[in-house]
């Protein structure tokens, strides 16, 4: 099946790319995907995502969580930026084969584990790097859980939060023991990232 977009640059380092495309000649991160339920990177929330991680030094060893993980594409950046291992949740079992033919399609299936169900079903901690692309009310709704899987140092970036939820969304990582180190507005949504103190 032939996907339905023409290849983009995102940020200055990623160029997502469909399956049935060679990659365009230069120095970018070629990011393959399908465009599955959630699309393929072009959403205000994606791009902005995109935007931040790509300006983090990771280091190589990082634990990577990936709250709400869709197509895989926010783990599957980090991945190839260095991270070490990404854990991918989704409540979806759609999301859930969609994100692993888009880490087996970008080579990095080995480096990740994928998980169908809640926060609750995932007995790791101790992540490095939180990633959460859903709904403010749902970041709400899982900021003690998500930031108990969080050490120290962590940084945590959330988007898909629409304006009228930024507010109460910096302020409750903020009383939970996190720092805010950058607060995108964008037009219908925000970006937020936040480091765990």
């Given at each position: 099946?032939?996907?339905?977009?023409?290849?983009?640059?995102?940020g200055?380092?990623?160029?997502?790319?469909?399956?049935?495309?060679?990659?365009?000649?230069?120095d970018?991160?070629?990011?393959?995907?399908?465009?599955?339920?959630?699309?393929?990177?072009?959403?205000e929330?994606?791009?902005?995502?995109l935007?931040?991680?790509?300006?983090?030094?990771?280091?190589?060893?990082?634990?990577?969580?990936?709250?709400?993980?869709?197509?895989?594409?926010?783990s599957?950046?980090?991945?190839?930026?260095?991270?070490?291992?990404?854990?991918c949740?989704?409540?979806?079992?759609?999301?859930?084969?969609?994100?692993?033919?888009?880490?087996?399609?970008?080579?990095?299936?080995?480096?990740?584990?994928?998980?169908?169900?809640?926060?609750?079903?995932?007995g790791?901690?101790?992540?490095?790097l939180?990633?959460?692309?859903?709904?403010?009310?749902?970041?709400?709704?899982v900021?003690?859980n998500?930031?108990?899987?969080?050490?120290?140092?962590?940084?945590?970036?959330?988007?898909?939060?629409?304006?009228?939820?930024?507010?109460?969304?910096?302020?409750?990582?903020?009383?939970?023991?996190?720092?805010?180190?950058?607060?995108?507005?964008?037009?219908?949504?925000?970006?937020?990232?936040?480091?765990?103190?």
């Amino acid at each position: 099946m032939k996907e339905d977009y023409q290849p983009f640059v995102l940020g200055t380092r990623f160029c997502i790319l469909p399956p049935d495309i060679t990659p365009p000649e230069g120095d970018f991160i070629h990011l393959t995907m399908e465009r599955g339920a959630f699309g393929s990177g072009e959403h205000e929330t994606t791009r902005s995502c995109l935007e931040f991680l790509e300006q983090m030094n990771l280091q190589g060893n990082e634990k990577v969580l990936d709250l709400g993980s869709g197509t895989g594409i926010l783990s599957i950046a980090a991945l190839l930026l260095g991270a070490q291992h990404a854990w991918c949740v989704d409540i979806e079992a759609y999301a859930v084969r969609s994100c692993e033919r888009n880490c087996e399609r970008n080579g990095v299936n080995k480096r990740v584990t994928h998980v169908c169900g809640t926060l609750d079903k995932l007995g790791e901690d101790g992540f490095d790097l939180i990633l959460a692309n859903i709904y403010g009310d749902i970041l709400l709704d899982v900021a003690d859980n998500l930031i108990s899987k969080a050490k120290p140092g962590t940084k945590i970036l959330l988007s898909g939060i629409l304006w009228e939820y930024n507010f109460d969304v910096r302020q409750k990582y903020q009383r939970l023991g996190c720092k805010l180190i950058k607060n995108k507005m964008m037009e219908e949504f925000s970006t937020v990232l936040l480091i765990k103190k």
